[in-house]
């Protein structure tokens, strides 16, 4: 199913799929067209069958890892129930897992939450989306506002700047606790069944994914950036796993390598 890479020229080379891969994607952005609001994207109809067809061709090693929680990564993905990291990584469900649940780290104080809304409310455009840890802020509706939006948050984690951190999403802002990123989530994974041992592959397209291209590549896998390597279309990124199915997609080297400042 799966051939050996083709050098093109020079140090670039068409990286073709391995069975060993696990696959680690983020979803709003990189699958899915981000939207206006986020209760408002449109799923694909064909992306739950396509997102079941590569974990059962990568030995169930497939994980979605978005900024999401897990209830919303459920009723979009429906009737598939994956393994999944919501929250940026600040609650999992492994493979194993029954239910998801949440590595040992602060929540977010309900009167920062509280904040939050009361400034959405006094703000028209401004939208938050409540998360099990936490919340975020979107802007996109409105980004006149964005500029008082950051200064109500930093203020808010000048409180606890030991535990918590803004997050500089797309046309959002969200208050994270410290020790939680994405490259934690792919490293947990990485350490139980189906996906230890796999070279891991992260795809994804915002500031919030960094962290999982450095833990993928740390261990000798790929971080791929929907900008990148898929000129920015989710589209393209439906169709190159398509591909990955029939062992015809590839990577160009030097896409993935200049994807990012790394
Ligand atoms: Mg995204």
Redesign the pocket.
């Known amino acids: 199913m799966f051939r050996e890479d083709v050098r093109v020229s020079g140090d670039d080379v068409l990286i073709r799929p391995r069975n060993n891969w696990a696959l680690f994607l983020?979803?709003?952005?990189?699958l899915i067209d981000i939207a206006a609001r986020p209760d408002r994207v449109v799923v694909p109809a064909e992306l739950p069958g396509l997102l079941e067809a590569c974990r059962l061709a990568f030995g169930g090693a497939l994980a979605i890892v978005?900024?999401r929680t897990i209830a919303d990564l459920d009723r979009l993905l429906s009737p598939l129930r994956l393994p999944v990291a919501g929250e940026h990584g600040g609650t999992l469900r492994l493979a194993s897992d029954e239910t998801g649940w949440a590595p040992k780290v602060p929540h977010v104080p309900s009167r920062w939450r509280e904040a939050m809304h009361a400034f959405a409310a006094e703000h028209p455009g401004v939208v938050v989306e409540d998360k099990d840890l936490g919340a975020a802020v979107h802007y996109r509706l409105a980004p006149r506002h964005a500029p008082f939006l950051l200064e109500l948050l930093t203020g808010l984690v000048a409180q606890l700047p030991d535990d918590f951190k803004i997050l500089q999403a797309?046309m959002a802002y969200e208050i994270q606790p410290r020790a939680i990123n994405k490259g934690h989530a792919v490293r947990t994974f990485l350490a139980v069944p189906p996906f230890t041992g796999r070279t891991p592959v992260f795809i994804?397209?915002?500031v919030?994914?960094e962290e999982g291209f450095h833990a993928a590549r740390a261990v000798g896998g790929l971080g791929l950036s929907v900008d990148g390597c898929f000129d920015g279309s989710t589209a393209a990124v439906r169709a190159w796993l398509g591909d990955l199915l029939k062992g015809k997609a590839v990577v160009r080297s030097s896409a993935w390598r200049n994807s990012t400042s790394e």
């Open positions: 983020d979803l709003d952005g990189t978005s900024g797309k994804g397209d915002d919030t994914d």
